[in-house]
Structures are given as structure tokens and as C-alpha cells.
């Protein structure tokens, strides 16, 4: 069994690259009636589209980009979600994303896990800004992101979320 590579380590999580071995928890998360409400219906129907997922999103993301979504386990090595940088053809900067599980939320851990996400971008990749998109209707994610320093730029239309406008948020690093 493959062990996930270790990314970042915060107080309370690991953050680690995504496997072939994340898949049933991809497929739970994925499938959870929040994530699909907010974020969308990404077509995970089985254990192997969660497979094919990751083959093709993250880890290939972590190949080409040398960033991408990151496994969120709590310090006993229990998945909890998801956070990373993601690369869209439409955007001239990478975005941050974050998931978890109904359990774990409102816990802290998605800011806590977003702002290593934010530092590593920073300090390690060398990057001057990160973008962040949002569904208007998504509350807790909106307050997150002005936790971070984030700052409202405008609607903007991605075809990844069904044509829907989203939030288009923006930080700057010096």
C-alpha cells in the first residue's frame, strides 16, 4: 500500500498528496449532498471513477503544476477532507479549493488547512497571487475566505460550474 506523501503538518492536520488508495473517501466526499450542492456534481458514481479522478486531477496536477488538491487527515491519520491549488485553463492564477466531510466542519480545520495551503504558495512555490470561486449561496465558504484576507473581484462564469456565475476572490502575497 502506497503511503500518501506528507505536504504540510499544521497543529491538528497532515496535509498530504492524494493516492489511488483515497479513493472510497474521494467517492464519499465527493458524493456528499453539500459538496454537490455547492461545488457540483463531479460524476464520481463509483470507487473507480474516484480513481480515475485522482489519476487525472490531482496527481497530475502535483506532476505538471507541482501543486494540487491534498488530502486532509486529522494527526491520527483520519481523512477529513480535501484542500489544495487548482490550475483552470480559464483563470490567469491558480485557486484554492477546500472540502469536508459534515462531521468535521465548523471545527476550524478548513481554514486551518487553507492557510498552510496559502503559505506553502507563498513561501515554497513562489507564487504572488492566489484566486479562490464560490457559489454566491455558499456561506461558510465565502467567510472562510475573507478569514484568509481574500477580497471580492467580481461574478465571473466557469464552465466547470455548470455555467452558474461564482464569486471570483483574490489574494495578493508581496
Do not use: W
Request: proline share 3%; with cysteine.
Amino acid at each position: 500500500m502506497m503511503n500518501n506523501l506528507e505536504i504540510i503538518r499544521t497543529s491538528h492536520l497532515i496535509l498530504s498528496e492524494l493516492t489511488i488508495n483515497d479513493a472510497n473517501f474521494i467517492f464519499k466526499l465527493y458524493n456528499d449532498r453539500d459538496f454537490i450542492r455547492y461545488i457540483g456534481d463531479k460524476g464520481i458514481a463509483s470507487v473507480q471513477d474516484a480513481e480515475s479522478f485522482i489519476l487525472q486531477g490531482p496527481i497530475n496536477s502535483y506532476n505538471i503544476n507541482n501543486y494540487g488538491l491534498c488530502l486532509i487527515s486529522l494527526l491520527d491519520k483520519k481523512p477529513i477532507g480535501i484542500c489544495g491549488l487548482l490550475k483552470r485553463d480559464k483563470l490567469d492564477s491558480p485557486d484554492i479549493g477546500f472540502a469536508i466531510l459534515p462531521n468535521f466542519r465548523k471545527q476550524g480545520y478548513a481554514l486551518e488547512a487553507s492557510r498552510a495551503i496559502l503559505n506553502d504558495a507563498r513561501e515554497r512555490l513562489q507564487l504572488t497571487k492566489i484566486l479562490a470561486i464560490t457559489s454566491s449561496e455558499n456561506i461558510a465558504s465565502i467567510e472562510l475566505l475573507l478569514k484568509l484576507g481574500m477580497v471580492y473581484k467580481k461574478m465571473i462564469t466557469i464552465k466547470e460550474f455548470d455555467s452558474k456565475p461564482v464569486q471570483l476572490y483574490s489574494i495578493q502575497f508581496n
